[in-house]
């Protein structure tokens, strides 16, 4: 694990097998930036796994015009295009759900949420 600026990261070009990015984009600013430079890491073959808070309500995701402390100061709410999101910054996207993987007795167990995660390959 590594703490820094997830727009200007020093590792170097296509370094990565994988980037782990849970509840991180949704208090960047400049989200294009970040996932140019998760994806400038990667290796080819590489994947990036992302989780975010989703409002189903909500077709495209909207950004706010400065964070919002209601919200643990996000700066933007994901609506149901996260994934086309990803796949604009060059990833082939897919999907999943721990209940694709896991009982309602693990799920609990574990304490995994339903959210999806979001498995982005370069």
Same mark, same amino acid.
């Given at each position: 694990m590594q703490k820094g600026d997830i727009t200007k990261m020093h590792f170097a070009d296509a370094s990565a097998d994988f980037f782990v990015c849970f509840h991180v984009l949704e208090h960047i600013p400049d989200e294009k930036k970040a996932l140019s430079e998760i994806h400038r890491v990667l290796k080819v073959g590489g994947v990036a796994v992302f989780q975010v808070p989703i409002d189903w309500t909500v077709a495209a995701t909207y950004e706010y015009p400065a964070p919002n402390p209601r919200e643990v100061d996000h700066v933007r709410c994901?609506? #149901?295009?996260?994934?086309?999101?990803?796949?604009?910054?060059?990833?082939?996207?897919?999907?999943? #759900?721990a209940r694709d993987f896991a009982d309602d007795e693990q799920r609990a167990r574990f304490g995994l949420s339903d959210e999806p995660i979001y498995l982005a390959a370069k």
């Open positions: 994901y609506g #149901r295009d996260f994934d086309q999101r990803l796949s604009q910054a060059g990833f082939k996207v897919t999907s999943h #759900r």
